[in-house]
């Protein structure tokens, strides 16, 4: 039963979600493919930072190689579907395992705010998942550049099933 959880159990799954997230945040080859995405969008808009990235976007070696990196995550890490980055400033998500996130403005939710304020990882309340109807979190971290500036930040998902399950036996 969910109520017999150990508090201490709970806390180290929390810890390990936190340690994925800034193990994947703070990779410099993720900082250096979100940075080159950034600029090569915004060269394309003339120099301005464009708030909605269009599709022909995904079509940039930048865009690719992040998500070849995100894939990958996700490949690893099994738990986490979708993962995706927004961009720090606009919280519209520049790259993602999951097309449909593409383009989509998070700024509003409270776990990326605290990421960008504090750049260190957060973790959501548990919401309903759109597509599935099942209860989710999301895990946030800010990814910075070599100055220690927020560019983005990173959100994956977790099915509340997937982490209280294997808990319960």
């Not at 720090?88 to 960008?116: E, M, W, Y």
Request: hydrophobic content about 40%; overall charge positive.
């Amino acid at each position: 039963r969910i109520s017999d959880l150990e508090k201490a159990q709970l806390l180290r799954w929390v810890e390990e979600r936190y340690y994925d997230a800034g193990a994947f945040a703070d990779n410099e080859a993720v900082s250096l493919s979100l940075s080159a995405l950034r600029a090569a969008i915004g060269s394309a808009a003339g120099g301005e930072h464009r708030h909605v990235p269009p599709r022909s976007d995904t079509n940039r070696p930048e865009y690719q190689s992040l998500v070849r990196q995100l894939r990958r995550f996700v490949a690893t890490h099994r738990l986490y579907d979708p993962i995706a980055i927004a961009d720090a400033r606009t919280g519209i998500v520049f790259a993602s395992t999951d097309s449909v996130g593409l383009g989509q403005n998070v700024s509003h939710r409270p776990c990326f705010k605290q990421a960008v304020r504090s750049l260190y990882p957060s973790i959501g309340d548990i919401m309903v998942d759109a597509r599935s109807g099942a209860p989710a979190v999301h895990i946030s971290r800010a990814v910075v550049d070599e100055h220690g500036t927020a560019i983005g930040v990173l959100r994956m998902k977790v099915m509340v099933d997937d982490f209280i399950r294997p808990m319960l036996h």
